[in-house]
Nanobody
Framework: QAQLVESGGGLVQAGGSLRLSCAASGRTFSSSAMGWFRQAPGKEREFVAG????????YYADSAKARFTISRGSAKNTVYLQVNTLKPEDTGVYYCAAKPTAARDIVLTARYEYDYWGQGTQVTVSS
């Protein structure tokens, strides 16, 4: 069974950094577009960053630009989200998502476009 497992979340002070990881198992996600979403308490799950199947294209939500970096591991079955200069409003559960696709350069930003989801990792930023 295909699984995505996130890790790397935690409690950090404002201005700090974290590196979130998403490891895929059960099937290869090297042929998938991947993305990170987050959900703050009482809010809808929102897009944060996405990366294409070949890793050559990325896209970020305005709130993540210049502070977050999405990347794929060398085996392309792992996706990372480096989050820097964290703010209290970055607090939430961060989810990894995957969409198998034949398109090498496409980046997906909508929740409904993704087929597989992880259970999430909590990020809490204190002021």
């Amino acid at each position: 069974q295909a699984q995505l497992v996130e890790s790397g979340g935690g409690l950090v002070q404002a201005g700090g950094s974290l590196r979130l990881s998403c490891a895929a198992s059960g099937r290869t996600f090297s042929s998938s577009a991947m993305g990170w979403f987050r959900q703050a308490p009482g809010k809808e799950r929102e897009f944060v960053a996405g990366i294409s199947r070949n890793g050559g294209s990325t896209y970020y939500a305005d709130s993540a630009k210049a502070r977050f970096t999405i990347s794929r591991g060398s085996a392309k079955n792992t996706v990372y989200l480096q989050v820097n200069t964290l703010k209290p409003e970055d607090t939430g559960v961060y989810y990894c998502a995957a969409k198998p696709t034949a398109a090498r350069d496409i980046v997906l930003t909508a929740r409904y476009e993704y087929d597989y989801w992880g259970q999430g990792t909590q990020v809490t930023v204190s002021s």
